[in-house]
């Protein structure tokens, strides 16, 4: 999977989705790629033979383009939403992520964050999320004052 924390966008094959589904550059995705991008989501197929409309990588998609404070549709939302629930009883799904109760803590605050885009037409909430690098960073810079 290529994760690289324990949120739904932070792993590789949510940012490959976003970029099958015609985003050129993910850090500055502009509301008018949103719709073309969740819309050839919604009707394809992963490599794997799912929708990726069902899948956790639209449900990072979601996550990620809310978080870039744009507004999704709703219907979008909610689907992904359903991934997210679903997600939180599925052992398989749990196990591939490197800290199950951290997974399951952002499923709850990602759950809490789609429900409250829902309340307010879809509209995102802009929130810094910290890169790789910057999350490596902070390990580096950790192991070198040890």
């Not at 993910?26 to 991008?37: D, G, L």
Request: hydrophobic residues 35%; glycine residues 8%; contains cysteine.
């Amino acid at each position: 999977m290529g994760a690289w924390g324990e949120e739904s966008c932070s792993n590789d094959s949510c940012w490959d989705a976003l970029c099958f589904g015609g985003i050129e550059e993910i850090h500055e995705i502009t509301q008018e790629e949103v719709k073309p991008c969740l819309d050839k989501l919604d009707t394809e197929k992963t490599s794997y033979g799912a929708f990726y409309g069902e899948s956790e990588d639209f449900l990072g998609c979601v996550i990620w383009i809310l978080r870039q404070g744009l507004v999704v549709e709703v219907k979008y939302i909610e689907k992904a939403k359903a991934v997210a629930e679903k997600c939180l009883t599925d052992e398989e799904s749990l196990s591939r992520w490197c800290s199950k109760t951290a997974r399951l803590e952002h499923l709850n605050k990602e759950i809490r964050e789609m429900q409250s885009a829902i309340e307010n037409d879809g509209q995102g909430i802009k929130e810094h999320i910290p890169s790789l690098f910057e999350k490596l960073g902070g390990c580096l810079g950790a192991s070198d004052n040890a």
